[in-house]
């Protein structure tokens, strides 16, 4: 592992996981996490993150706080 | 429709069925903006509140050049942004990441809990972890992660959102990224480790 390497991918990450990096700095990417397996596991992980977060991170607005919305704004009968 | 001229128009002459259509479109995105920036369900509800109190009185002066999600969730960030000032209560992590050489947070926890299945993932206990990750993120992170990955904003609205350039959106929603990623490892490694 060449921790040198590891911190420049670090920059890299978001775009990474998000599909947004070109080609070629995927393919330099690839390689370097065919070696490193502690890069591997972030990479991973940091992946799941982030898609637990968007499919699960928002929470439903609770039913009484959506009704006193209505109420407070005058729409009651259109909830 | 929602951002259609002639449906903020409709809303600048009050028409109450274009209001609750725009409540029920944001009013999710807008709860959860204000939840997770304040971490207390009561200011939470103050702010959605004053966010569509706020909008529907000013909507004269909104002049379509952003969206009107836009425009919302800036109402909303400022109004939460105000309780969290007043609350005076912006906490220092005891437990600072050490930081590279760019200012980026390198990686401490090396659990891999990538693999685990659904349903451990989904626990009530995991999402409090969530939760309390997100709480454990500075202000400025928060803002940036809680539009782009929880809303799902793309980069340029959550900077537009924010008055922000892209690239400090990129960068900020990075340290978040990695510092929520360094939680929830630390807890599953507890957790595989039971």
Redesign the interface.
């Known amino acids: 592992m060449n921790k040198h390497e590891c911190q420049h991918l670090l920059g890299e990450l978001s775009d990474y996981v998000d599909g947004e990096l070109g080609q070629a700095m995927c393919e330099e990417i690839e390689r370097h996490l065919a070696d490193c397996q502690n890069c591997r596991i972030v990479v991973d992980t940091l992946s799941k993150t982030v898609r637990l977060y968007h499919t699960h991170g928002q929470d439903p607005v609770p039913g009484d706080v959506q009704e006193r919305l209505f109420k407070v704004l005058d729409l009651e009968n259109l909830r | 429709m929602p951002d259609d001229p002639a449906f903020v128009e409709r809303l600048r002459q009050g028409d ?2 274009a ?2 259509i725009c ?1 029920r479109e944001h ?3 807008v ?2 903006l204000a ?1 997770k920036l304040t971490g207390d ?1 009561s200011a939470a ?1 103050d702010v ?2 004053e966010t ?2 706020s909008a ?1 009185k000013a909507i004269s002066r909104f002049e379509g050049k952003a969206q009107l999600s836009t425009w919302l969730y800036r109402i909303a960030h400022n109004a939460a942004l105000m309780r969290l000032r007043k609350r005076q209560v912006e906490t220092v992590s005891l437990d600072e990441p050490i930081e ?3 200012g ?1 947070p ?2 401490r926890e ?5 693999e685990n299945p659904e349903e451990v ?2 626990s009530v206990e995991m ?1 409090r972890a ?1 939760d309390d990750a ?1 709480a454990s993120l500075s202000e400025t992170l928060r803002g940036v ?1 809680v539009l782009r ?4 904003l793309s980069t340029a609205q959550t900077a537009e959102v924010l008055g922000l350039s892209e690239e400090a959106v ?1 960068s900020r ?2 340290r978040a ?2 510092a ?2 360094e939680r ?2 630390a807890y599953m490694a507890t957790e595989m480790e039971r």
């Open positions: 109450k069925e209001c609750a409540v009013s999710t995105n709860y959860n939840l369900p509800e959605l509140q569509f109190l529907f590279n050489e760019e980026i390198e990686p090396f659990a891999d809990w990538s993932l989904l999402r969530m997100i992660f990955d929880v809303n799902g990129k929603l990075l990224r990695l929520l990623r929830l490892s």
